[in-house]
């Protein structure tokens, strides 16, 4: 506890640092994987080998990998912070997560439902975003959820390229107290406070619209 | 002008030739129901007519445009070309009056009170009403197909397709579907093409039956002629068939 009230102000600098780049990582991964999931059930097949190319390099190359390559090379020609490299890392590699899922989801709508949409004289974009997508994400959601969670607990790597994280900040307080043990308990407690909440919420939300549906 | 025009339409599922030689006018107003054993291609014609699936040789011409132009906006012909499934496809995620509102809604930005209004009078007039504000998931298999039907009317189309309505049903289901139908079919101007087994509504309200076999159109008769003298042997078989049921 003493640990816990001398060093307060710099473990919450790490959970608000934590929390900002899972806030954007997850947002951001949400669009671009929601994107790319499209790409790949386009009509087109160049526009869906894109989209494939994508996921298959974001989602088999480790996160660390992705995060140095941000760090090391791209911030020599784009100027980035640890957290910045780390965040974008985070980003795209769930993103390619999140394609996956959301392009299961797709798949498992009816194709009846596409076509009755076209036949009722909507566009393929229309008959996506009113009809397709709605379905689709309520069948993703649980998966959803796992990959938020991942998300939040994934973006320790930030701690590798000094990104100001949680992880981070627990390093910095253990090697100086030398409390590691109580350190990384009190690390862990914090990274709970986010996806204990975010579990039970997406639970709710699951629950939610099954009664809707 | 014809309302559809098939001129030389040839058809491929890869080396599969679905559709040989289609030559066929439907004019506006006109009732017309196509028959034939399954896998004739039945199915697959009325499919050519809003696109949904591609020919690849000859004409088609839809409202005066040619669908196998590539210029041609296929959602501008589905605007106006309605389409009733065999499964209804109907949209899950939506109320029974937001599947009939949905469309009008996006796609003819018809506003919000005249979209209501033109709903409700639709689903009263297909027996809905009280369904208004149910999940397609509430409703029977009957409901579902006169709820589509609705959503198919909502656009006011120039012409309705039916893809085997009814085949899909409980057998006491079909009779309300049925009445829907013969009710459209009394408006001079809309134009249908109706794929089914129901011979005795083809009896009762087509202007003029066709019957397939193996992707060909081999027989073109008014409704009397067909059922009283066909040509075909195979017709006359096919009849014959179907009568046992």
């Given amino acids: 506890m003493a640990l816990l009230e001398n060093n307060f102000p710099t473990f919450m600098q790490g959970f608000g640092y934590t929390l900002l780049s899972s806030i954007i990582a997850l947002i951001g991964s949400m669009i671009l994987g929601t994107g790319f999931a499209i790409m790949q059930i386009m009509p087109q097949v160049w526009i869906r080998k894109i989209g494939n190319i994508y996921v298959q ?12 390559f941000f760090f090391l090379v791209v911030s020599k020609y784009v100027k980035m912070s640890g957290f910045t490299s780390g965040t974008v890392a985070l980003m795209l590699y769930t993103s390619a997560f999140i ?21 009722n ?38 701690a590798f390229v000094g ?44 629950r939610k619209l099954k009664h809707a549906a | 002008m014809p309302m559809i025009e098939f001129k030389n339409v040839e058809k491929y599922y890869g080396k599969f030739h679905a559709l040989k030689n289609i030559n066929l006018k439907i004019d506006e107003g006109e009732t017309v129901v196509l028959i034939g054993p399954s896998g004739s291609g039945k199915s697959t014609l009325i499919r050519t007519i809003n696109g949904l699936e591609e020919i690849q040789e000859g004409q088609l011409l839809v409202n005066g445009f040619d669908l196998h132009d590539p210029k041609t906006d296929m959602n501008r012909i589905r605007k ?43 689903l009263e007039k297909v027996g809905l009403a009280d369904k208004a504000a149910n999940m ?50 009394k408006d001079s101007s809309m134009t249908m093409l109706v794929v089914t087994h129901e011979m005795s509504f083809a009896k009762a309200v087509a202007d003029r039956v066709i019957f397939m076999a193996d992707g060909e159109i081999l027989e073109d008769s008014s409704t009397k002629e067909f059922f009283e003298n066909p040509k ?7 009849l014959s068939q179907v009568a046992d049921h």
Avoid: C, W
């Fill in chain 2, 80 to 122: 106006n070309v309605g389409m009733v499934f065999q499964h209804f496809n109907l949209y899950n995620n939506k109320s029974t009056i937001e599947n009939v509102m949905l469309a009008p809604r996006i796609v003819l930005k018809r506003s919000e009170s005249d979209n209501k209004q033109t709903a409700m009078a639709l």
């Fill in chain 2, 136 to 185: 397609p998931s509430e409703l029977s298999g009957g409901q579902k197909q006169r709820a589509a039907i609705a959503r198919s009317l909502a656009m006011k189309p120039k012409a309705l397709l039916f893809d085997e309505p009814t085949s899909a049903l409980d057998p006491e289901m079909i009779g309300d579907v049925l009445d829907v139908m013969r009710d459209i079919a």
């Fill in chain 1, 99 to 119: 394609a996956e899922t959301v392009r299961a989801g797709i798949l498992s709508v009816d194709a009846g439902q596409m076509e009755g949409a076209r036949a």
């Fill in chain 2, 232 to 238: 075909e042997e195979r017709a006359k078989k096919f």
């Fill in chain 1, 121 to 158: 004289g909507l566009s393929f974009g229309q008959a996506l975003r009113f009809i397709i997508l709605p379905q689709a994400f309520r069948v993703a959601l649980p998966s959803l959820g796992n990959q938020f969670i991942n998300l939040v607990k994934n973006s320790s790597i930030l």
């Fill in chain 1, 163 to 206: 990104g100001l994280d949680l992880m981070y900040q627990g390093n910095m307080i253990a090697a100086t107290t030398f409390e590691t043990f109580s350190t990384y308990i009190v690390v862990g407690i914090f990274y709970l406070i986010i996806t204990l909440p975010l579990s039970y919420y997406m639970q709710h939300l699951e």
């Fill in chain 1, 57 to 68: 390099i974001f989602r088999n190359i480790p996160l660390l990998v992705i995060t140095f």
